[in-house]
């Protein structure tokens, strides 16, 4: 495992860029996994600005997203589709018909799943995944509990995420109340993970995910059993492992 300090949020995101610019240079048809969140907001902008320059080229790169919401269409401002084309996708010239999220309208769950994993697999494996870490450990939406062997399957969200979430909807009702996400396996079988974290709340889940025993209880532990990951943490992520590293 590789952990990188950064002094803060700005140098973070620079550095995740580098790597994931570093990984479209070395293979131009390259299959990213991507995450949404607040944390690689920064490194999407990163990586637009060098794409605007000229310095990158997205035009064969695959991409399959960790997680969506079950019932969210792709043009509502909550899901992660539109997440993705708003922050990423619609300002880089990647192919859309390669880049994937599950889909959120199909009714059919299990039909969502299947087609997930055998987009994974058609493609040939993620080589690089990006996570973001949860103050609670959990990886995409692998909460504390999820058993380590799952590919993609859908989530019963927590009533404290679903009330949480309801500030961003007209109504309580019309807060997705389920998820997909991609699985603990899944994302292990990645032949590199990149993980990014920034603030002080996340330093914890650092801790517990990085230092701590490898448990259901901690998704993002698992990490700690993949033999090519780097973590890129600003100063205040980072601040109580720094003595185990230093
Ligand atoms: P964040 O989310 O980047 O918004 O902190 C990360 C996560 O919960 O996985």
């Not at 495992?1 to 803060?8: F, L, N, Q, R, S």
């Not at 999407?44 to 310095?55: F, P, R, S, T, V």
């Not at 035009?59 to 589709?81: F, K």
């Not at 517990?208 to 943490?233: E, R």
Request: hydrophobic share 40%; net charge negative; charged share 25%.
């Amino acid at each position: 495992m590789k952990i990188v300090v950064a002094e803060d949020y700005n140098q973070m995101s620079r550095m995740a860029a580098n790597l994931i610019s570093a990984q479209v240079i070395m293979k131009p048809n390259c299959v990213l996994g991507l995450a949404t969140g607040s944390t690689p907001i920064g490194m999407y902008n990163q990586l637009i600005e060098w794409y605007k320059k000229g310095d990158i080229d997205f035009s064969q790169v695959t991409s399959i997203n960790l997680d969506e919401y079950r019932g969210l269409a792709p043009d509502n401002d909550q899901s992660y589709r539109y997440f993705m084309d708003t922050h990423f996708f619609n300002h880089i010239n990647i192919d859309k018909k390669r880049t994937h999220v599950p889909d959120g309208l199909e009714p059919d769950a299990n039909k969502v799943c299947r087609d997930y994993n055998k987009i994974i697999t058609d493609c040939g494996g993620i080589d690089l995944q990006l996570l973001g870490i949860g103050i609670n450990g959990h990886i995409g939406f692998n909460e504390p509990g999820t058993a380590f062997e799952k590919e993609t399957h859908v989530v019963d969200l927590a009533e404290s995420t679903i009330r949480a979430n309801s500030r961003f909807f007209a109504s309580l009702d019309e807060v997705p109340k389920q998820a997909y996400t991609m699985g603990i396996k899944t994302i292990m079988q990645a032949k590199k993970i990149l993980v990014v974290a920034n603030g002080k709340e996340k330093a914890q889940a650092i801790k517990d995910a990085f230092f701590g025993p490898i448990l259901p209880k901690v998704p993002g532990s698992v990490l700690q059993l993949h033999n090519d990951v780097t973590l890129i943490g600003d100063k205040e992520a980072l601040s109580l492992i720094l003595d185990e590293i230093e």
